[in-house]
């Protein structure tokens, strides 16, 4: 059985950061990327940011230059740095895992963790 547990959501003003961290565990064999998607209310999930096992990065244009995303490919965790905070970053927060196979067949298949609520106050 495979989860993904995110931590480090939370309260903070505009302009403060925040650190979010997501660990995946159970029979993992492979994950193809990581990442992070958000949800406010009212709208639809979008990305944030991904990184591939290879090291490449993606990220929304709107978090481009405030957010940072790493992986630790050994540990199967991936954390978002974020910077400069913005009352419209206020979201909750789902971390992602792309195409996560427990065997060595199979293209496997995509894990969501169960979100944490980032609020920026104005």
């Known amino acids: 059985q495979v989860q993904l547990v995110e931590s480090g959501g939370g309260l903070v003003q505009a302009g403060g950061s925040l650190r979010l961290s997501c660990a995946a565990s159970?029979?993992?064999?492979?994950?193809?990327?990581m990442g992070w998607y958000r949800q406010a209310p009212g709208k639809q999930r979008e990305l944030v940011a991904t990184?591939?096992?290879?090291?490449?990065?993606n990220y929304a244009d709107s978090v481009k230059g405030r957010f940072t995303i790493s992986r630790d490919g050994a540990k199967n965790t991936v954390h978002l740095q974020m910077d400069s905070l913005k009352p419209e970053d206020t979201a909750v927060y789902y971390c992602?895992?792309?195409?996560?196979?427990?065997?060595?067949w199979g293209l496997g298949r995509d894990y969501w963790g169960q979100g944490t609520q980032v609020t920026v106050s104005s």
């Open positions: 992602n895992a792309n195409k996560l196979r427990t065997t060595t």
């Open positions: 159970g029979n993992i064999f492979t994950i193809n990327a």
């Open positions: 990184v591939t096992s290879g090291g490449n990065t």
